[in-house]
Every structure is written in C-alpha cells, then in structure tokens.
C-alpha cells in the first residue's frame, strides 16, 4: 500500500499506510471512506487525505464516463469494477440501481438507499419516481454486503421477488440484483431467484 500512497504522500507514505491498514484494515475500505474518517485516521492529515479523494473521484469517473457510453451488462467486468467501487466497501449496507433503455442502453445510475451494515431498506415511491422521471424500461438493482458474504439472505430473495413483481406491474423490467461480497458477486438472475 505505501507504493500505492507514495505518488501523493512522498516520505509520508510508508506511516500513512500503516495508519490507513491499522484504521481500516485495508485498503478498499480505506478507499470508500469518508473525507473525516480518512483525515482523522491519517492523524489530520487533511492534504493527503484530499488527494486520496481525488484519486478515486478520478476512478469512478472514469468507469462511469465508460459506463454512460455502453450497454449496461450484469456480467460486464468493467460494471462489476464499478459497483464495486462505488458500493463494495461501504461499512454499510447500500442500495444502487442502474436503469436502462429497452435494449439495455445507460440512462441513470444512483445510490437510492443506504442502511446498516446488515440491511438496507427501499424507499419504493423514491425507486419507481425516479425510474420513469429517466424513461426506464429495465432497472439492475445492486447491494452490499459488509460482513463479506456475497450469499443473498432470505430478506434478499424477499424484497428481489417483491420488486420484481411491483416494477413489471408499471412496465419497468427488474433485470437483476447483484451482491457486492468481499470476493464474489452474485447475481440473483443466474441463481434463478428473480
């Protein structure tokens, strides 16, 4: 990790990684914090803690801008590496939804809920307004799991099933729910649980 750091942290690299590892335990979860909780993990160090920011800021637009061009896969590696990015190391559990045209073309993407790190509940009314404020005919709904398992729970299946049921009744498709894990991503369409 100080090799990754030292671009931004110069001599300081090598404590700023201890720090960042000892804190939180790694560096994805170090990378999905918060402006406050990197500055006091890094002992106020507010310089580097901004260009740590800067460098993932960097990233996701990057796979966004390669996101908003493209047809939007649950298999594509490169939307995998984004939700990852973007939700994979949350301490807590959260809920993005990507929508689509008919023929699966990027319109909108969003963190529609967050939680805790053992659920996440949907505000339904927010999901469906937004889904026909951007004209969508399908959605892919993507979550987290903190604990590291990419195992989808009962609730999981649950509030999957009743979405899909609530969202094809008003013309929108659920085309699947992934589960970001530590070291998997499961997708609830390939297990034939959607």
């Known amino acids: 990790m100080a090799q990754l750091l030292e671009p931004f942290a110069g001599n300081r690299a090598e404590s700023a990684a201890h720090r960042l590892i000892t804190h939180f335990g790694g560096l994805g979860r170090a990378l999905s914090a918060t402006p406050a909780q990197l500055e006091r993990a890094l002992a106020d160090d507010r310089e580097l803690a901004a260009k740590i920011l800067a460098a993932r800021s960097l990233f996701e637009a990057a796979l966004h801008e390669k996101l908003s061009h493209s047809t939007v896969s649950a298999a594509d590696p490169d939307y995998r590496r984004y939700l990852r990015l973007t939700i994979g190391k949350s301490p807590v559990e959260c809920l993005h939804a990507t929508y689509v045209t008919s023929q ?84 609830m369409k390939e297990r034939k649980l959607l």
């Open 104 to 187: 699966w073309g990027y319109l909108a993407d969003d963190r529609i809920a967050t939680g805790t790190p053992a659920q996440v509940e949907l505000n339904l009314r927010f999901f469906l307004g937004r889904a026909f404020d951007v004209g969508a005919h399908g959605v892919l709904l993507a979550h987290n799991h903190p604990s590291g398992s990419a195992e989808p729970s009962a609730a999981d299946i649950a509030i999957t099933q009743r979405i899909a049921r609530l969202t094809q009744s008003v013309g929108v498709l659920l085309l699947d729910h992934l589960i970001i894990g530590a070291d998997a991503i499961v997708s």
